[in-house]
């Protein structure tokens, strides 16, 4: 076994992985509020307001960032079900069933913010126009992986069938876009593009980016917050979260147990 | 003792069952009863004027179908489950999307085909317009076995669960969503006197795809499901 | 102040938004502490009830 294997291993154990997330856990929720609070103080002092849409748009700088980050998670969690299903990770399977609810909820962001951004600038609270129905589908297949996993007894088994049900959707999700396309479409173009420029003031575009990078630590610090729960269920009768759920006050009065369980 | 051929297998699964349905027919009404309750409806809702009732005819019908090939769904592995049949399926030496995918047909044969031959009729009682009569038709020949292949993934995924009804429509009906769209919309742009056959051609290479893919899909489902 | 705070007439939209991001999002991170906190008291439960248990057979 080569070295990166081996670190791969034993990053993936779950006692280790539960330390390193319990180190990483405040740095992600840290770095995202400090970013978040530069980059919402960018957006709606800084930045100057829109000559089309007056100081509405500034819903732009959450409702785009979750737009993404509700993408991100779907592609997260899909990976992480994929490396589970085919290789049987147990840390894959806490991740990406960890990811679902964040997802869930960022999609839920999107959806309400747009809503309350269409309403004065389409002079409506909702269209059924190719992006937010496809968001609306997001929503729905997360809490479709979300009921299964919560459906099913057996917490890997669990595990594994939603992770299929997300791996379904990874296929489904760009048919459904594609269809839902073939209606005409109301949705304003995409105002920031990766490849080529962007139709965006830099003003504008700097505290974009930032509550972008913000909202992803905030993923990831939920994320690796879920993933140490779900580990901590998970190995419920090993030693080492014996240990944790004890404490050290109370490790005293578990050791009879302990002993009790090696020798019978 | 050796196992027999896979033809003979796929034969056998297929002729058990059919005479397990037939044993039951009078269950096998029960989707198109829905399907026309569902129907009966809408009139009562929107009012019997035959010009508004012409506008919603195709969508309403394939929605009724729908709903009603979503609630038949459940009984495609329930009575395996329950009689332990569906794990020796499992374990048998043919290969399980095969199988799976002959049950999936059988099911469809008499679930959906029912259903796909009083569409006409519920399509009368909404005063469908003569040109999308036979659009109606054979958007929905190409949809309901989609509908089949695709449901079966989700249902061999909640095949242990004792209450999944509800479960199973949040399941499935996001991704029955393009078929819907495809096949509606080819029903209204035979309505508008657009041109229909690129949504027909969209739904077929989708069918051809699930033909391929849903098998084995459902296998991998089931394989999960049931370990 | 004022001024910030109305939005160019668009606050009751924007703050909704920011209000509905910011509960959401914060309750997003709460969620898992309180779960942890669940799991953790079952399992200190479920351990006592085993030490009692081999203590009874004693």
């Not at chain 1, 034993?10 to 006692?15: D, I």
């Not at chain 1, 993404?68 to 147990?90: D, H, S, T």
């Not at chain 1, 003003?203 to 939920?222: D, E, K, N, R, V």
């Not at chain 2, 009966?40 to 929107?46: D, I, Q, V, W």
């Amino acid at each position: 076994m080569n070295a990166l294997t081996l670190w791969f291993h034993k990053t993936g154990s779950p006692p280790t992985f539960y330390r390193l997330a319990g180190l990483l856990l405040p740095w992600c929720y840290g770095i995202a509020l400090l970013l978040g609070a530069i980059g919402l103080y960018g957006g709606l002092v800084l930045a100057p307001s829109d000559y089309q849409q007056g100081d509405a748009y500034r819903i732009i700088f959450i409702h785009v960032p979750s737009a993404w980050m509700g993408l991100f998670a779907y592609f997260f969690m899909a990976a992480n079900a994929f490396i589970a299903l085919v290789w049987r990770i147990k840390l894959s399977e806490v991740l990406a069933m960890a990811s679902a609810p964040a997802g869930a909820a960022f999609t839920f962001i999107t959806l309400v913010t747009g809503s309350l951004w269409g309403k004065p600038m389409w002079g409506t609270w909702w269209t059924w126009d190719a992006r937010l129905t496809s968001e609306l589908v997001l929503l729905f297949l997360y809490l479709g992986v979300m009921g299964l996993y919560a459906a099913i007894e057996d917490r890997r088994q669990a595990a594994r069938a939603a992770g299929f049900l997300a791996l379904v959707g990874v296929v489904n999700l760009p048919i459904v876009h594609f269809s839902v396309n073939w209606w005409n479409t109301l949705h304003q173009g995409s105002t920031v593009r990766l490849l080529g420029p962007s139709h965006i003031d830099a003003a504008m575009l700097w505290p974009l980016l930032l509550m972008a990078i913000a909202t992803h630590l905030w993923f990831f610090g939920t994320v690796l917050a879920r993933t140490r729960t779900g580990l901590l269920e998970l190995d419920g009768g090993k030693d080492w979260v014996r240990a944790i759920a004890l404490g050290p006050e109370m490790s005293a009065v578990a050791a009879p147990a302990a002993t009790e369980r090696t020798h019978g | 003792m050796k196992p027999g051929s896979t033809s003979a297998a796929c034969a056998a699964l297929i002729r058990r069952d059919l005479t397990l349905v037939w044993r039951r027919r009078g269950d096998a009404v029960n989707p198109i009863l829905f399907a026309l309750i569902v129907v009966a409806l809408f009139p009562f809702a929107l009012g019997p004027e035959p010009e508004q009732l012409r506008r919603i005819a195709a969508g309403v019908v394939f929605v009724a179908l729908l709903l009603a090939g979503l609630l038949a769904l459940d009984t495609l592995f329930r009575g395996d489950y329950e009689d332990g049949s569906l794990e020796q399926l499992v374990l048998s030496p043919h290969p399980l999307a095969l199988l799976l995918a002959c049950k999936i047909a059988v099911h469809w044969l008499t679930t959906a085909l029912p259903l796909l031959l009083v569409a006409p009729l519920l399509g009368e009682l909404l005063h469908v317009a003569e040109p999308v009569r036979w659009v109606l038709l054979g958007a929905l020949a190409l949809a309901t076995p989609l509908l089949s292949l695709i449901g079966a993934v989700c249902v061999a995924l909640t095949v242990g669960m004792h209450r999944s009804g509800m479960l199973l429509a949040l399941l499935v009906l996001p991704l029955y969503v393009p078929v819907l769209i495809f096949g509606a919309g080819a029903c209204n742009a035979a309505l508008a006197g657009l041109p229909y056959v690129a949504p027909l051609l969209w739904l077929g290479a989708a069918l051809v795809l699930a033909l391929v893919l849903a098998p084995l899909a459902c296998a991998a489902a089931l394989r999960i499901s049931l370990s | 102040m004022a001024e910030f705070l109305a939005m160019g007439g668009y606050a009751p939209y924007v703050w909704a938004s920011y209000a509905v991001f910011f509960v959401v999002l914060a309750l997003d991170a709460l969620a898992p502490r309180a779960q942890r906190k669940r799991v953790l008291a079952e399992l200190r439960g479920r351990l006592k009830r085993r030490q009692s248990r081999t203590e009874a057979r004693r």
